[in-house]
């Protein structure tokens, strides 16, 4: 079945006040979609380029590191920050923070994750099982948002027998916020397997009168322009397919916006054309860390994402994932055929990793009831205690 998404004739996606030129969402990524890693994929694109996760805890608590994470660069517009948490008073006093201050024109909250150490606490992907508290969580925080558009990302639910995501979205749409979004797939899926497009037909069946976004195996323009056929969603949320392969957006935006969304020409993904976005993605991160040595040790994870299906030697590869300075790298890609062409279906499909299905980690006694009880009160008291930024 084949449905038609409900964007606007100009081909925007609005989320609140927000009008996006193309219907595209950066998922965030811990590591990976700091301000260097955005401000490279808007480069190339259009569309609502989200930060790392941010612990609401370590926000209220004005966490050094997490203060850095919030900051965006200049030419940042919009800006968007998501949070986790599992306190509604901590998360609707960050959300007064970001707000209160002009830190951001867009906030995420985070009912996604589905790291062991985030849902065995009673956070991400597991919490909204305990109905009242998701509830009481979202409609906190857009009430503190006020103006500023807030919006949901989750799952499906914990497993194939405890699927939340039908009465999430309801519960979101009712309580104000701008959009949902959904990862096709359960905490015990982690990344594995085929994500379940027809969940997010059936989430934008469920909620009707703000955009629905979905999430899960876009790889390319062409799976995102096909996610929105056949599931009538608003828009996409695009995580591990851009992983080295920023100009992604450039392709989404050609596909699903207007005519002037995407930056520049169509690509011809030579191996020069990669090596220059390889190059400038550790030029913003040298800018964005204000070191040298830190932002190249950062480019190293990127090296077999950017160069997946290239002519490139393991020895070059092995050098790449240890360089310390720009001089270096600028040495190693001279040495590479600049002019190889686009290698077809060894540089496309999945990147990251996928992972296993397994069983998620819950606190004691967390699926015996949609109630918050003791027990579980008390496994999200300590998850409040993660300080961590991000």
């Known amino acids: 079945m084949q449905v038609t998404p409900t964007l606007a004739p100009d081909r925007t996606l609005r989320i609140g006040p927000i009008a996006l030129d193309a219907p595209v969402v950066l998922a965030p990524m811990a590591g ?7 401000r490279l994929c808007r480069e190339y694109g259009a569309g609502l380029y989200v930060s790392e996760m941010i612990t609401s805890r370590a926000l209220v608590e004005r966490n050094a590191t997490t203060m850095r994470l919030i900051t965006h660069h200049e ?38 994750c589905p790291v062991p150490k985030v849902t065995r606490k009673g956070g991400g992907a597991a919490l909204p099982w305990k109905l009242g508290l998701f509830r009481e969580i979202v409609s906190r925080a857009a009430a503190a948002a006020g103006d500023v558009p807030l919006t949901v990302k989750m799952r499906k639910g914990i497993d194939s027998d405890h699927l939340t995501y039908l009465d999430a979205g309801r519960i979101a749409e009712d309580a104000g916020v701008s959009a949902v979004a959904l990862h096709a797939r359960t905490a015990a899926e982690f990344y594995s397997g085929t994500a379940d497009w027809a969940a997010i037909a059936a989430l934008k069946d469920a909620v009707t009168s703000i955009p629905v ?45 207007g005519p002037e969304a995407a930056a520049g020409p169509a690509v011809d993904a030579t191996l020069g054309f990669v090596a220059d976005a390889f190059r400038r993605h550790a030029e913003l991160l040298v800018e964005f860390f204000e070191d040298e040595q830190r932002g190249c040790r950062d480019i190293r994870k990127h090296v077999a994402w950017y ?39 060894a540089a496309e499909g999945q990147r990251g990793r996928a992972g296993t299905p397994k069983r998620p ?25 993660d300080h961590s930024g991000g």
């Open 32 to 38: 990976i979609t700091n301000t260097a890693f955005r």
């Open 75 to 112: 030419s940042e517009t919009p800006r968007s920050i998501q949070l986790y948490g599992v306190d509604p008073a901590t998360v609707e006093g960050a959300v007064r923070i970001l707000v209160d201050e002009d830190r951001a024109d867009h906030i995420d909250l985070n009912f996604g």
């Open 361 to 385: 980690a819950l606190p004691e006694g967390w699926l015996q009831s949609r109630d918050l009880g003791a027990t579980a009160s008390h496994a999200l008291a300590e998850a409040e205690l």
């Open 307 to 345: 160069f997946k299906g290239y002519p490139v030697g393991g020895d070059t590869r092995a050098a790449l994932a240890t360089v310390s300075t720009l001089a270096e790298i600028d040495d190693l890609l001279a040495t590479l055929d600049l002019d190889a062409p686009y290698p077809g279906a």
């Open 213 to 257: 976004l979905g999430n899960g195996d876009i790889w390319s323009a062409q799976d995102a322009a096909r996610m929105m056929q056949q599931t009538g969603c608003d828009g996409v949320v695009v995580g591990r397919g851009c992983l080295g392969r920023p100009w992604l957006f450039g392709d989404l935006a050609r596909h699903l916006g």
